[in-house]
């Protein structure tokens, strides 16, 4: 198994454009979590999803955070316009009901 | 709610020591517990999971747990670390009431002394 997969591992964008994280889940999973991290703030979980569909959006900071999951096998998360307090490491995390969360390696965002 | 404290931020210990990292949870029912271990720059890693049963439980890396419910706590330990287990570690628990969702505590982070 490939694990869950991330893209791309590190972004640098400037202040104003849009960023889109990607995150391929673990196949026959049906959770799918997004996740922020930084220094300040720790380990935030952003939003969910189960088979698809949004469960829980209440940790998405604001209306410039969407996120959307077309597909079982695929997500996005999309930050527009970017701000550099944006700056963090973004997580995407895939399980089965009821059991532990396989974490990606991250996408280290950096906004100027 | 359910939540989870993690009261030591940083912790040093020697290489070859023993290690005992605190984690304390609040949670109505009986809750299903995790360790996981990030090392620099890197994703997190699952270390082991408590759902049920025997109340010690075997990870990965060498490391157990044991949950005590009269204490609620679950304890990560280790008899001897290695230089290798330098790395952010995090507790959690699982929010089943919502459906897999699981809290994080804040974390520790692990340094060895040569």
């Known amino acids: 198994d490939a694990g869950v997969i991330q893209s791309p591992r590190h972004e640098v964008t400037e202040m104003g454009q849009e960023v889109t994280l990607r995150c391929k889940p673990i196949s026959g999973h049906d959770y799918l979590f997004w996740y922020r991290q930084t220094m300040m703030r720790g380990l935030e979980l952003l939003i969910y999803?189960?088979?698809?569909?949004?469960?829980?959006d209440s940790g998405m900071p604001e209306d410039r955070f969407s996120a959307k999951m077309p597909n079982a096998s695929f997500s996005t998360l999309k930050i527009q316009p970017s701000e550099p307090r944006d700056s963090a490491v973004y997580f995407c995390?895939?399980?089965?009901?009821?059991?532990?969360?396989?974490f990606g390696p991250g996408t280290r965002l950096t906004v100027t | 709610a359910q939540s989870v404290t993690q009261p030591d931020i940083h912790i040093t210990v020697s290489e070859g020591a023993s290690l005992e990292l605190r984690c304390n949870y609040s949670y109505g029912a009986t809750p299903y517990l995790f360790w996981y271990v990030q090392s620099p720059g890197q994703g997190l890693q699952l270390l082991l999971k408590?759902?049920?049963?025997?109340?010690l439980v075997q990870g990965i890396k060498g490391f157990e747990a044991e949950f005590k419910r009269s204490q609620s706590s679950f304890n990560l330990r280790k008899p001897s670390v290695h230089w290798s287990d330098a790395a952010e570690y995090f507790c959690a628990v699982g929010d089943y009431s919502s459906a897999s969702k699981i809290i994080f505590g804040s974390g520790t982070r692990l340094s060895i002394r040569p």
């Open positions: 999803f189960n088979n698809n569909v949004p469960i829980d």
């Open positions: 408590y759902f049920s049963g025997d109340t």
């Open positions: 995390a895939s399980s089965r009901q009821l059991y532990e969360q396989y």
